[in-house]
Nanobody, 130 residues
């Protein structure tokens, strides 16, 4: 399984970016994609989850209402739309996936835990300027 993030970049505070996570290697659509970020000097944290299978989503409180996850019905791709970005959102953003199986639901907070995931992308840099 391979994951590839794209869509990062430099944006002013209040701006928007849409991240993409392209997935390959799964034989079906029974998987979820978690979104994580790691700011300089900080631990990696989970911020959102999007189920490719059923479209369920989960967001941590700090991004709820500003970040929206979605899935592409035609491609093995999941998105994270990030609006009203703040400077503290500056980080490397990663997408991750658990192994195929009954792990495609994003409705509980366990999906923000790194240990839930088996596969990781290399990350994409998001920089929000003041």
């Amino acid at each position: 399984v391979r994951l590839a993030e794209s869509g990062g970049g430099l944006v002013q505070a209040g701006g928007s970016l849409r991240l993409s996570c392209e997935v390959s290697g799964f034989s079906d659509d029974y998987y979820a994609i978690g979104w994580f970020r790691q700011a300089p000097g900080k631990e990696r944290e989970g911020v959102a989850c999007v189920s490719k299978t059923d479209g369920s989503t989960y967001y941590v409180n700090s991004v709820k209402g500003r970040f929206t996850g979605s899935r592409d019905s035609a491609k093995p791709t999941v998105y994270l739309q990030m609006n009203s970005l703040k400077p503290e959102a500056t980080a490397v953003y990663y997408c991750a996936a658990p192994r195929s199986g009954p792990y495609y639901d994003c409705s509980t907070s366990i999906v923000t835990q790194e240990g839930w995931y088996d596969y990781w992308g290399r990350g994409t840099q998001v920089t929000v300027s003041r």
